[in-house]
């Protein structure tokens, strides 16, 4: 049995240092876009697609939308 690759797993610490930096790198817009309770929902897809589309992952994408990350695998892959 071979044992995972450590390096492919994030920890707490990676994850609160790429969700600093991708919640700098968004505009007003786009934070109150990518909430849960946005009920523009096609404009929220359309952007989480985008940043999934541009090598965000899916599990930050959930982290910081509050959306599940089977909700935002469904999203990236309709």
Do not use: C
């Amino acid at each position: 049995m071979m044992k995972p690759n450590k390096s492919i797993f994030l920890t707490r610490e990676d994850y609160k240092i790429m969700e600093g930096i991708f919640l700098k790198s968004l505009s007003a817009r786009e934070k109150k876009t990518l909430q849960k309770l946005n009920p523009f929902r096609r404009e929220r897809n359309d952007l989480i697609r985008q940043f999934s589309g541009r090598g965000v992952r899916q599990s930050l994408l959930a982290h910081v939308s509050g959306i599940s990350t089977a909700q935002i695998g469904r999203i990236v892959g309709a």
